[in-house]
């Protein structure tokens, strides 16, 4: 998202981050969670029977007032352990084994989810640095740091942008050991890591992550501009410690687009000058960038030269272009777009339904005559409050066989299902909400993901929050079981189902 630490250089996040730095872990940090009951009663149910039995839009609810469709029930939510506090922004999540792991503006947090209906603080480290995105590899954990930092340490303090020592970056962790993880290396990149995507190269022997970053200054020494380009960092996944800045690749060497001025009701473009978010498919050496404002498809054969085969605009309707998501085929991609930063209601009833939604495009044609063929727009259906920002924001891939389900965060406008096989007519088949926080606080679902059975929300002011889905439609997926999951390192799942 676009919300980073104010230091003359980002605009604050939500939440206001600490100022020291310590790494806990143990066997029961924070308190533990609370379950709700099962719903079992739509087995068997036509599609149509179970729209019926959807929960109908009745108005924006009460302050912290649930609602949701039946087939989609929060059956549990783990607050924000110590040593965070309420000020702790939750962000992003990825998965391995039996945990997840939750990113947030002051460090890191590894659940224990074998139980997902009593999910466990396995560790907890302190490390300031938004956002703090994560992504693992076997016994690896990446940490982006998008704010300026007196060094690389997790004792670090805030610097202005315009310090020429100020450190931004890639951290990495050993998490061998999922209760002590252990930082054991840092590479600094130009202008930070806003985000960043894991990409495994074809032999096994190295990760490289594809670092976002944006928002140069000429004010700013570590971020010049022009800036439209991404870090790649080269990880010998056996000798971690030896990670290296292997190239700065420039992206868009005609400057990509420039930007159209505007308002979030009358709609503006924010000129590119690098990406927000990367989502690869690594087994079809595909990768879709949301670049601000362009589309991008690129062909990842060479790993360390990504090639654009083919980009697109939308000048009318998008404002920022978030991220990324490729069907299980590798033949569409949902981008999104954070219309307002991520801090504003564009959910409400005046925001036109074409704004601060998803894009959703088909891929046409083969190898590099591929094309990215804009086919419609989706919007979760129900209004929003006032003073409830909400957007488009993360979301994965249901693996469901034979359709296109996608599970999405929208902020407080909650968790939102819907399938998209046919992408010129999408539809919510789900969905979850709270009402607005109190006294107008900023916050809800960053990131919502389908893994093994369950979908895991990372709620920003909530803490960590487990959903059971349960829907015919998407009664495959629950047969999926994957070892490991970065979102934006997208596998095909078409192997997993059970042969008949």
């Known amino acids: 998202m676009e919300l980073r630490e104010s230091t003359g250089r980002r605009r604050a996040p939500i939440a206001v981050l600490g100022a020291f730095a310590l790494s806990l872990s ?85 659940y224990d989810i074998s139980n997902p209906r009593k999910p466990k603080v396995a560790s907890a480290v302190l490390c300031p640095g938004s956002q703090n995105d994560v992504s693992v590899k076997d016994n690896l954990l990446f940490l982006s740091t998008d704010s300026s930092r007196s060094d690389n340490s997790c004792t670090s303090t805030s610097r202005p942008a315009s310090n020429k ?23 600094e ?4 890591s806003h985000t960043h995507t894991l990409v495994p190269d074809k032999r096994g022997k190295n990760a490289y992550l594809y670092v976002s970053s944006y928002g140069p200054d000429a004010a700013f020494p570590d971020c010049q501009p022009p800036h439209d380009l991404i ?19 420039v992206m868009f060497p005609d400057g990509g687009n420039p930007g159209r001025d505007g308002t979030i009701e009358t709609g503006y473009v924010r000129a590119t000058s690098g990406c927000h978010d990367i989502t690869v498919y690594p087994s079809k050496d595909l990768a879709a960038g949301a670049c601000m404002g362009d589309g991008v498809l690129w062909n990842i054969s ?40 991520g801090g504003a209601p564009t959910c409400k009833a005046s925001i036109a339904p074409t704004r601060g939604a998803n894009g959703l495009y088909d891929i046409t044609g083969r190898g590099d005559g591929r094309k990215l063929e804009f086919r419609s727009y989706y919007k979760i259906p129900r209004h929003q409050g006032e003073t ?41 088949i ?60 997208q596998g095909a799942y078409r192997d997993l189902f059970p042969r008949r």
């Open 165 to 187: 020592d100020a450190w931004e970056g890639i951290k990495i962790f050993d998490i061998s050991d999922k209760r002590n993880p252990r930082y054991i290396k840092a590479v």
């Open 430 to 489: 789900a969905w979850f909400e709270r009402g607005p926080l109190p006294n107008g606080a900023g916050g809800g679902t960053w990131s919502a993901y389908y893994y093994n059975g369950h979908i895991y929300s990372s709620d920003m002011a909530k803490g960590l929050d487990v959903l059971d889905l349960r829907d015919p439609r998407t009664l495959t997926a629950k047969f999926v079981r994957v070892g490991e999951l970065n979102v934006q390192t």
């Open 26 to 110: 143990g066997l029961a940090l924070g308190p533990q969670a609370t379950a709700a009951p099962e719903d079992t009663d739509l087995a068997g149910l036509t599609e149509q029977q179970l729209s019926s039995q959807e929960q109908q839009d009745s108005g924006i609810p009460g302050v912290d007032e649930i609602r949701n469709t039946r087939n989609l029930q929060l059956i549990a939510n783990l607050p924000k352990p110590a040593p965070f506090t309420a000020s702790s922004t939750w962000t992003d999540l990825a998965f391995q084994g039996n945990y997840a792991i939750a990113g947030n503006y002051d460090g890191f947090v590894i």
């Open 189 to 192: 990149t130009r202008c930070g």
């Open 231 to 249: 870090s790649i960092v080269k990880v010998p996944l056996k000798n971690p410690t030896e990670a290296t800045l292997l190239s700065e690749r």
């Open 388 to 428: 409830e920002n909400c957007v488009a924001h993360n979301g994965s891939l249901i693996p469901v066989q034979g359709r296109d389900i996608m599970v999405q965060s929208w902020y407080q406008g909650g968790i939102s299902v819907f399938d998209f096989t046919d992408t010129r007519k999408p539809r919510e």
């Open 302 to 341: 060479d790993r360390e030269n990504p090639r654009e085969i083919n980009r697109v605009q939308d000048n009318v309707n998008f404002a920022f272009w978030h991220s990324a998501t490729f069907n299980n085929a590798g033949t569409k991609v949902i981008f999104t777009d954070e219309l307002g930063g």
